[in-house]
């Protein structure tokens, strides 16, 4: 019998964060030690108050049904979030949950495409961007990223014949790859451009809280007339190192998101309510477990920019996420061979920059998931390696 499975499975290729496990799994058995700077998954743990809402709610025998819905409580937290942190007024139908920003990005093209539909994505962009609208058939198309350009779009340069047969547009501050913010007139030039050509903005906002240097991290909704044509996911994942427990949420356009909640419904009975009573205390606790956070990751950025510098090796400083990223020192013309080399002969792992699209080529992604003292040690690593 010959089984055959979708077209669209060629283009799903074994994801590079499992081959890269499988490269740092044979160098270990070479007992050669490893500084995993590859995935972003914090190391932070999770503040005590969010783990004991979780377990107290965990002891609830009710608490194990179906939750169907957000709970009352995490509705009026991500509401009073947003009017705190980003001083932005949500209704209730301007917010629905999803199962974490990644589900969310994968499945929205479902509700707001159909087939052929243009969706504008970023390039060098997270992969999610552009294979979530490809599972709603959609035609992905990429918008360059480039470093002349401080890593904006340049709207004024886009196709119009495309931007006619465009029904959403990815865009995401600071930017996992390239480590960069967006200023506001950006987003005082794109919410209009995007109305006046009659596209969505979806604006991915999983960084925010982590911005370097002084930097205040902004929502979209933040910006004039931006719930008109804009929704946002927000995600618990970086923030509140609540990675593992899958919680997030898409506000903004009330049409949008009660269209993309309907859609939701038929796919999902809702997020277990454990998890919901945890990021109800996530949601309504202190900062300061954040804005320590935060200073740890610049600390450790600095640790990991500053000391490559120093050795030769150009990575510029990144200005938020929990990342860095620059081009593969000179002499070097393939990342991933590059990247496979430098774990051979420093045990020094990151990610390869053609992950992200065609203009992350010759470049490298690192994550900021070791303290500075194992970061200090990386660096000397490479250095001792003779690659720089």
């Given at each position: 019998?010959?089984?055959?499975?979708?077209?669209?499975?060629?283009?799903?290729?074994?994801?590079i964060?499992?081959?890269?496990?499988?490269?740092?799994e044979?160098?270990?058995?070479?007992?050669?030690?490893?500084?995993?700077?590859?995935?972003?998954?914090?190391?932070?743990?999770t503040?005590?108050?969010?783990?004991?809402?979780?377990?107290?709610?965990?002891?609830n025998s009710?608490?194990?049904?179906?939750?169907?819905?957000m709970?009352?409580?995490?509705?009026?937290?991500?509401?009073g979030r947003?009017?705190r942190?980003y001083?932005?007024?949500?209704?209730?139908?301007?917010?629905?949950?999803?199962?974490?920003s990644?589900?969310?990005?994968?499945h929205?093209?479902?509700?707001?495409?159909?087939?052929?539909?243009?969706?504008?994505?970023?390039?060098?962009g997270y992969?999610?961007?552009?294979?979530?609208?490809?599972?709603a058939?959609?035609d992905v198309?990429?918008?360059?990223?480039?470093?002349?350009?401080?890593?904006?779009?340049?709207?004024?340069?886009?196709?119009?014949?495309?931007?006619?047969?465009?029904?959403?547009?990815?865009?995401?501050?600071?930017?996992?790859?390239?480590?960069?913010?967006?200023?506001?007139?950006?987003?005082?030039?794109?919410?209009?451009?995007?109305?006046?050509?009659?596209?969505?903005?979806?604006?991915?906002?999983?960084?925010?809280?982590?911005?370097y240097?002084?930097?205040?991290?902004?929502?979209?909704?933040?910006?004039p007339?931006?719930?008109?044509?804009?929704?946002?996911?927000?995600?618990?994942?970086?923030?509140?190192?609540?990675?593992?427990?899958r919680?997030?949420?898409?506000?903004?356009?009330e049409?949008?998101?009660?269209?993309f909640?309907r859609?939701?419904?038929?796919?999902?009975y809702?997020?277990?309510?454990?998890?919901?009573?945890?990021?109800?205390?996530?949601?309504?606790?202190p900062?300061?477990?954040?804005?320590?956070?935060?200073?740890?990751?610049?600390?450790?950025?600095?640790?990991l920019?500053?000391?490559f510098?120093?050795?030769?090796?150009?990575?510029?400083?990144?200005?938020?996420?929990?990342?860095?990223?620059?081009?593969?020192?000179?002499?070097?013309?393939?990342?991933?061979?590059?990247?496979?080399?430098?774990?051979?002969?420093?045990?020094?792992?990151?990610?390869?920059?053609?992950?992200?699209?065609?203009?992350?080529?010759?470049?490298?992604?690192?994550?900021?998931?070791?303290?500075v003292?194992k970061?200090?040690?990386?660096?000397?690593?490479?250095?001792?390696?003779?690659?720089?």
């Open positions: 019998m010959y089984l055959k499975i979708a077209d669209r499975m060629k283009d799903y290729e074994e994801g964060f499992q081959l890269l496990n499988e490269k740092k044979k160098v270990e058995r070479q007992g050669i030690k490893v500084y995993n700077l590859s995935v972003g998954t914090p190391d932070f743990p503040d005590p108050h969010i783990m004991e809402a979780v377990v107290k709610a965990a002891q009710d608490n194990y049904k179906y939750s169907l819905k709970i009352p409580e995490l509705l009026e937290a991500v509401i947003f009017l942190r001083h932005v007024a949500l209704s209730e139908r301007e917010v629905t949950d999803v199962y974490g990644q589900e969310g990005i994968a929205i093209g479902l509700c707001l495409c159909n087939p052929g539909d243009v969706v504008l994505v970023p390039n060098p992969p999610i961007f552009s294979i979530g609208p490809s599972l058939c959609a198309q990429t918008y360059d990223l480039k470093e002349e350009n401080g890593y904006l779009p340049d709207l004024k340069a886009m196709d119009g014949e495309l931007l006619k047969k465009t029904k959403f547009m990815i865009v995401s501050y600071p930017l996992n790859p390239v480590c960069r913010i967006a200023p506001d007139s950006f987003y005082e030039e794109l919410i209009p451009w995007a109305k006046e050509h009659e596209i969505i903005i979806l604006h991915d906002n999983a960084y925010s809280d982590i911005i240097d002084g930097h205040v991290g902004k929502s979209i909704l933040q910006f007339g931006a719930k008109e044509n804009c929704i946002e996911f927000y995600s618990l994942s970086k923030s509140y190192n609540y990675t593992g427990a919680v997030g949420f898409l506000v903004g356009n049409y949008l998101v009660q269209s909640k859609l939701r419904s038929q796919i999902d809702g997020t277990f309510l454990p998890v919901q009573y945890g990021a109800v205390a996530a949601l309504n606790g900062d300061e477990g954040i804005k320590r956070r935060c200073m740890e990751y610049q600390e450790r950025r600095d640790a920019c500053g000391g510098r120093e050795i030769g090796w150009d990575i510029p400083d990144s200005q938020g996420s929990m990342f860095a990223w620059g081009k593969i020192p000179e002499g070097y013309t393939d990342d991933v061979a590059f990247v496979m080399e430098l774990l051979e002969r420093s045990g020094v792992l990151c990610t390869p920059g053609s992950s992200f699209g065609s203009l992350g080529r010759g470049h490298v992604r690192f994550a900021l998931t070791m303290p003292e970061i200090r040690e990386a660096v000397s690593a490479v250095e001792r390696s003779g690659m720089i």
